[in-house]
T-cell receptor
Framework: DAKTTQPPSMDCAEGRAANLPCNHS???????VYWYRQIHSQGPQYIIH???NNETNEMASLIITEDRKSSTLILPHATLRDTAVYYC????????????FGAGTTVTVRA | GAVVSQHPSRVICKSGTSVKIECRSL??????MFWYRQFPKKSLMLMAT?????????EQGVEKDKFLINHASLTLSTLTVTSAHPEDSSFYIC??????????FGPGTRLTVT
């Protein structure tokens, strides 16, 4: 699976949009971009995933560049409860559903 | 999303004893379950992949005789840490999935070996 690069940390203000970048320049055509987050001392939580098109759900939006080498997770209105480590993961949709977690981005939402 | 539970949520055991951790998918049948461990301030590391009714596949460097995994049904997988030592103290997390769907994670089990 392709490797991803994320900034180690970022702060954002409560109520504002949080834009989390992820680089995956070696992504291959059949690999998806997944986002998970982990709130302190809890298991990871699935957020969203996408292949080529932008995706939106009740939690977030995922913007994937046309060349698919990078993406941005957008939390539209960050709350204090969004403080967590956010992981961007690239993997295929084969029978091997392994997820390789990198260091992620520690997002701190401040009041 | 789907619900995955783990039991116990935290356990303290003495060195040399064995500890069993259960992972259950509560509202779906999981064909595959995964076990991860996470040390403080570190990311999750995959330990093994478990398919119902077959032997688990362990990642390189994970001792299969020390970390026994059983996936006897589509809703239950267990991880037994045998002859636990203080260095096995960690946060153990399971996840469950079915074909072409996302992995759903349990809340984790904090193991402390004294």
């Amino acid at each position: 699976d392709a490797k991803t690069t994320q900034p180690p940390s970022m702060d954002c203000a409560e109520g504002r949009a949080a834009n989390l970048p992820c680089n995956h320049s070696t992504i291959s055509g059949n690999e998806y971009v997944y986002w998970y987050r982990q709130i302190h001392s809890q298991g990871p939580q699935y957020i969203i995933h996408g292949l080529k098109n932008n995706e939106t759900n009740e939690m977030a939006s995922l913007i994937i560049t046309e060349d698919r080498k990078s993406s941005t997770l957008i939390l539209p209105h960050a709350t204090l409860r969004d403080t967590a480590v956010y992981y961007c993961i690239v993997r295929g949709r084969s029978n091997d559903y392994k997820l390789s977690f990198g260091a992620g981005t520690t997002v701190t939402v401040r009041a | 999303g789907a619900v995955v539970s783990q039991h116990p949520s935290r356990v303290i055991c003495k060195s040399g004893t064995s500890v069993k951790i259960e992972c259950r998918s509560l509202d779906f049948q999981a064909t595959t379950m995964f076990w991860y461990r996470q040390f403080p301030k570190k990311s999750l590391m995959l330990m093994a992949t478990s398919n119902e009714g077959s032997k688990a596949t362990y990642e390189q460097g994970v001792e299969k005789d020390k970390f026994l995994i059983n996936h006897a049904s589509l809703t239950l997988s267990t991880l037994t840490v045998t002859s636990a030592h203080p260095e096995d103290s960690s946060f153990y997390i399971c996840s469950a999935t079915r074909p072409n769907e996302e992995q759903y994670f349990g809340p984790g089990t904090r193991l402390t070996v004294t």
